[in-house]
């Protein structure tokens, strides 16, 4: 009768978990949500049929038999990358090409793609950042990552890949002080807004879904690129409207707080689209892509 193993992104999860005794900061190795640990961890625990961590408040604690999984889990997870390092050692290095956007690059895969790394040491990721659309794209890639379905070359299979919407963010340090909390949007209008060029409408598209397309707000203040942005709001010069999906490490390390999330604004789904004659590689990335959004569901 064949084993059932269990998951190995779930193994990986409790491995990290447990060396750090915190979800959180195992959250933080391996560049997922603390929502998407405690997930894993959860259905490991499922699939073994034994509670592996006692929660206690803002801590867990290893049972018996979390201290006795974890002992050879860890050992496990080390000869496998041993045995991968000693084959790759060998190997050509091969490479798959990744066009995206400058602030998708920096708020969101160059901070998960050690995970790539690791789960596939012989491939090495060229990210390729650029605003222009994939049809109009000066560097040939095998992956291209953008919102919405226009710009893409005919030839390009495009597939639908992560949601995303609009959130109001600021520095905890900007929004909790005296006369500058904002509990309902009209509270905005003591607070300088922060947006990007390349979405010049967002703003202006949430307040009118708010009920306040009037409001007057302290000043507005627009960058360049979405990173620029969130980067001025966690120094503290107004408050940001930007998409969820750039914000998860910035919100997990309380950099910049969620302001009315009641209030989202919906914004274009993101497509990735692999480029003919891309090599096996390029199909390995859109795996993990799609690995990491089944990990990191919407909050």
Known sequence: MTLRLPPLNAVRAFVAA???QSFTRAAAELHVTHGAVSRQVKSLEAHLGVALFERRIRQVVLTAEGQAFYAQADAGLAQIGAAARALT?????RAVRINVRPS???RWLIPRLPDFVAQHPGIAPEVITSTAAPARASDGFDV???RGLQGWPPALQVRPWLEDEALV???P???EGAGRHVASPRDLAAHVLLGARSRKGDWDDWLRQAGVARLRPAGRLALDHLHLVLQAAVDGLGVAMAPRSLLARDLAQRRLVPLLPLHRLALERYY????PGAPPEAQLFVQWLEDVRSAEPPA
């Open 89 to 93: 050692a060998r190997a050509p290095v």
């Open 18 to 20: 447990a060396r750090h």
């Open 169 to 171: 963010v600021g520095a």
């Open 144 to 146: 291209a990552i953008r």
């Open 272 to 275: 990735y689209g692999v480029a």
């Open 173 to 175: 340090a900007l929004v």
């Open 104 to 106: 998708f690059a920096v």
